[in-house]
């Protein structure tokens, strides 16, 4: 996972590179968190175009972002969702509440 | 009843997590036989990682324990059984339910069976508290489409 934080507009976008199930997930968690902790964005983008796979624990990885972010004030966005991960983020609900970009 | 299976696997690990990524390659390194395209390949890979997460951090909580997948081709259609002998679980049809989940602090988020239902075709549980869980689960791959061979054809001739 790469991610890189954009002082003026204080946003943060993480670019995932992982397969994400729930034994990747933990160590990814772990370094979201310490990122965002780390910089107090008010902007959060993750960027999903080149993880090749991803099971329900994605839906956890972002619904527990999106608390985080709430508690912290920040906006959460998801971009580049094809495939599977899009159908998987689509059935769970999330994206009621989280808004979708492009590139 | 007699089924005229014409492939059949069966793998057996221990109960870790590291081992997730393993399980789903393997089915879908077996599933590629009845050439599926690259979606219904990725259905079958998330729909075994639902299970085998499952087994792992529900069926064994923490203890290990060994998880079993036997897979089987019919035809066109592919066979997957995936199951633990782990704790079981208590109301099956509540397990179903989207969002229902019995580990929301560790970030379930309780869509695992919904997934496996609408990525395969057929999704059955089978369960007994205290002796474990068995999922079964299958799948058509659908044939692929003439107009490929027609392409073929062109090309190939003379
Ligand atoms: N193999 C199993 N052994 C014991 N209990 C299980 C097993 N599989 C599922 N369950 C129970 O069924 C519930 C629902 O499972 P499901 O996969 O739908 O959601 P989850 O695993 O809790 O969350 P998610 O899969 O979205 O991360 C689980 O919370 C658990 O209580
Ligand atoms: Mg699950």
């Known amino acids: ?103 | 009843m007699k089924e005229n299976f014409t492939n059949e696997m069966k793998i057996e690990f221990i109960s870790k997590s590291s081992n997730e990524a393993f399980a789903r390659i393997a089915v879908a390194a077996f599933a590629s036989q009845l050439d599926p395209t690259i979606e219904e390949l990725a259905d079958i890979k998330t729909a075994v990682s639902e299970a085998v997460t499952n087994c792992i951090i529900h069926g064994y909580d923490k203890k290990q324990g060994i998880v079993k997948i036997v897979s089987k081709l019919k035809e066109n259609e592919i066979l997957i059984e995936i199951s633990d002998k782990g704790k079981g679980i208590k109301n099956i049809e509540e397990a179903k339910e989207p969002l229902y989940t019995t580990k929301p602090n560790l970030e379930r988020s309780g869509m695992g069976f919904t997934i496996m239902e609408s990525f395969m075709d057929k999704m059955e549980i089978e369960s007994i508290v205290g002796l474990g869980t068995k999922i079964t689960m299958s799948k058509t791959i659908k044939p692929k489409l003439e107009n490929e061979d027609e392409d073929f054809k062109m090309i190939l001739k003379d």
Do not use: W
């Not at chain 1, 946003?11 to 902790?37: A, C, G, N, P």
């Not at chain 1, 689509?90 to 808004?99: Q, T």
């Open chain 1, 1 to 103: 996972m790469e991610s890189k934080f954009y002082d003026e507009d204080k946003l943060i976008i993480f670019k995932i590179t992982d397969e994400i199930d729930d034994h990747s997930v933990q160590m990814i968690r772990r370094k979201i968190d310490y990122e965002i902790q780390r910089y107090m964005p008010k902007k959060i983008v993750f960027d999903f175009n080149n993880v090749s796979f991803m099971d329900s624990a994605g839906i956890g990885l972002i619904i527990g972002r999106y608390k985080l972010a709430k508690i912290l004030g920040a906006k959460l966005e998801l971009s580049n969702l094809t495939g599977s991960v899009k159908k998987i983020f689509e059935m769970s609900g999330v994206l009621r509440l989280i808004p979708v970009t492009e590139n």
